[in-house]
């Protein structure tokens, strides 16, 4: 499967990865990652070190992310090692201005 | 553990008409009482050919098929019955003494449904008949549900369509492909004329694709349509679709998009990328790629207030502007490949061969996907060298409502909160249409009041020097600046009054004043007119009015419109 998930509660982490293609066929299993996940005071981090590429339903789902996010009161998102590829597609959109995106 | 009532099962009565096909009497009969017995009501054919204009006349539910007859055998008439039966499922059963397994895939590969072996025992058949009854009202229910859906879609495009991909008012100028991978395309194209000639473009691509991406566009479509015949700036627009698309798209559905502003007075292209690939302007006198406007912004719907971040630049002779969606460079050939970036550039300066930017990148893009399938919406706008072009009248007969009449006036005065916020030429404008002031006096009149209006306000309120304007790099400084000052302004004001009379004159009368310092009246003196009026906009007015005249200070304008109407 092209997404996992692992939960460090010693770290306080939520460590979500995505690898291939991160597009509309992943909503599913993305949401799942998180949905059931007792997220409050933990940090979440979407690791795209192994994702080639990105469409604009993708940015949708970041988005529904750091609404969950919000809502459930988890530390902080933030969006791991974005491939040159990946973080031209965050650039064009501008998402750098509404979430952490850390190299 | 799960215990199977098979008598219940057996009980149940079958339904409808059963059609037999068997050259031999003797197996017709058989077949046929055993049929009878279990409820079908039975027809009988001698052969294939047969068998298939029976099927033709009558509402067969299920038919028994023999495989070697004369004049037309089982596989052929199955073949048949099957191509003629597309709007319900009628299962076909071989009925045959070959316990073989090439007979078994050719009754299948025919078309068939299931196969019986003689002698027919009546328990088999009946559960069996039984079983495809079930497998009928499935189908039935999916045939239903589809049709329901297709008229469902039919529908929602013809309202899509007259809402929003109708013909583009703007479209004897532009150059506009909308190529959809869906019946809906999540990309949408807008292109509108303000008041004053001015063209306003919309290039719009949708989270997705398909009816849910499109569902956005429809509001979208209203605002920026009525909001531009108003009058309002690129910006108001912008931030109202944002507003509205915030309050209607759940979280994850956004509008990436492209704006310009096309304002063939100014002179000047107004950009708004939010999201999408580079805006191009190509020269074709330089042969060059002029400006590359990349995205400044985050797209419409994700937050309730957004940065634009819109600039203005110089619009040149010989420009074609390109606006494209990420369909283009992402198109995808058959080996998976992207088009990418470098095509995308070839292509445009492979203009040359091809009638237009469009039709070059068009010619690229099939030769590189060679029929792979489309996986995203690819919309691209051009717009065409329109400052080389003869003017062309506007058009006189739109909208001839009954004449301007009475005497009335209009005042309304602004001081440096208000003018941070509002523009109130959209307001103006909305009063001359209530008071039936005709359509071309409106644009004439938008036009005169807009640039008194910006007059005062860049010259007058925020002191802007108009000499900046002259050169093409300070002509976007001029526009940081005003953007600077404006953000900043804490003191001044400016007041616009217009009065008609429609009894005698028939003219308007506009006063626009501000509280700034005005001309020096020595220079008023001194300088010529043309060289006295900062920039085109007021020699616009000058030539448009019957009169301009300013106050011996310079900070009050009075000019005086003739209705035509």
């Not at chain 2, 009565?13 to 003797?26: E, N």
């Not at chain 2, 708004?272 to 690939?277: D, K, L, T």
């Amino acid at each position: 499967m092209s997404i996992s998930s692992q939960l460090d509660q010693d770290s306080g982490q939520l460590v979500i990865s995505v690898a291939g293609r991160f597009d509309y066929s992943l909503h599913r299993d993305f949401r799942a990652c998180y949905e059931h996940v007792s997220v409050e005071g933990i940090q979440l981090i979407l690791d795209l070190s192994s994702a080639d590429y990105m469409d604009s339903s993708a940015l949708g789902m970041m988005l529904l992310l750091k609404e969950h996010a919000e809502k459930s009161q988890a530390e902080a998102l933030t969006i791991r090692k974005p491939s040159p590829a990946i973080l031209k597609i965050l650039e064009i959109a501008n998402f750098d201005k509404l979430l952490k995106i850390e190299n | 553990m799960f215990e199977v009532d098979t008598l219940s099962f057996l009980n149940k009565a079958v339904k409808g008409t059963a059609l037999v096909v068997d050259d031999t009497r003797i197996n017709r009969l058989l077949l046929g009482k055993i049929l009878s017995d279990i409820g079908y009501q039975v027809v009988f054919a001698e052969h294939g050919r047969e068998a298939v204009e029976l099927f033709q006349q009558q509402d067969i539910d299920i038919v028994f098929m023999d495989v070697l007859m004369p004049v037309m055998d089982g596989y052929q008439a199955t073949a048949e019955i099957k191509r003629l039966s597309t709007q319900k499922f009628t299962p076909v059963l071989f009925v045959t003494a070959q316990n073989e397994v090439d007979a078994l895939v050719k009754c299948i590969a025919c078309g068939g449904d299931d196969i019986l072996f003689k002698p027919v025992h009546q328990a088999v058949l009946k559960a069996k008949a039984l079983g495809f009854e079930r497998t009928r009202a499935i189908y039935n229910e999916i045939s239903r549900l589809h049709n329901q859906l297709r008229e469902e879609e039919e529908l929602a495009e013809r309202v899509f369509s007259s809402a929003v991909a109708n013909s583009h008012c703007a479209d004897q100028e532009l150059l506009v492909s909308l190529d959809s991978a869906s019946t809906f395309s999540g990309d949408v194209v807008f292109a509108e004329y303000r008041p004053n000639g001015d063209i306003h473009v919309l290039l719009g691509d949708f989270t997705g694709h398909g009816l849910r991406a499109a569902i956005g566009a429809m509001p979208v479509a209203d605002i920026f349509r009525g909001m531009t015949r108003k009058g309002y700036t690129g910006e108001a627009i912008l931030r109202q679709i944002n507003r509205r698309l915030h309050r209607l798209l759940p979280t994850g559905m956004f509008m990436a998009g492209i704006f310009v502003e096309l304002s063939l007075q100014q002179k000047s292209l107004t950009v708004w990328n939010g999201g999408m690939p580079e805006l191009l302007v190509y020269n074709t006198q330089q042969q060059s790629i002029r400006e590359r406007l990349r995205s400044e912004s985050i797209p419409l719907g994700i937050q309730n207030e957004v940065e634009l971040n819109l600039k203005t630049l110089p619009w040149l002779p010989y420009d074609h502007v390109v606006l494209l969606s990420d369909g283009v460079t992402e198109a995808l050939s058959v080996s998976g490949e992207m088009f990418g970036e470098q095509r995308l550039i070839n292509a445009i300066a492979d203009k040359a061969s091809h009638p237009s930017f469009i039709a070059s990148i068009q010619h690229a893009l099939e030769g590189f996907c060679e029929g792979a399938e489309q996986l995203d919406d690819i919309s691209m706008v051009e717009v065409p060298d329109l400052l080389n072009r003869p003017n062309q009248q506007a058009d006189d007969t739109y909208n001839a409502g009954p004449l301007a009449a009475g005497q009335w006036s209009w005042q309304l005065e602004l001081d440096a909160t208000s003018l941070k916020k509002f523009t109130p030429i959209p307001l103006l404008m909305t009063t001359l249409q209530e008071l039936s002031v005709h359509q071309t006096d409106r644009n004439i009149l938008f036009t005169v009041v807009s640039e008194l209006f910006n007059n005062a306000f860049e010259h007058g309120v925020l002191g802007l020097d108009s000499a900046i304007k002259t050169s093409a790099s300070g002509f976007e400084e001029y526009y940081r600046q005003r953007k600077r000052r404006a953000k900043k302004l804490t003191e001044g004001s400016v007041s616009i009054a217009i009065e008609f009379d429609g009894k005698q004159t028939r003219q308007f009368t506009i006063q626009v004043a501000d509280s700034g310092n005005g001309f020096e009246a020595s220079q008023v003196a001194e300088k010529s007119a043309e060289q006295q009026y900062s920039g085109r906009g007021l020699r616009l007015v000058e030539s448009l009015c019957e009169s301009m005249t300013f106050n011996p200070q310079g900070n009050c304008v009075a000019a005086v419109y003739r209705c035509q109407h």
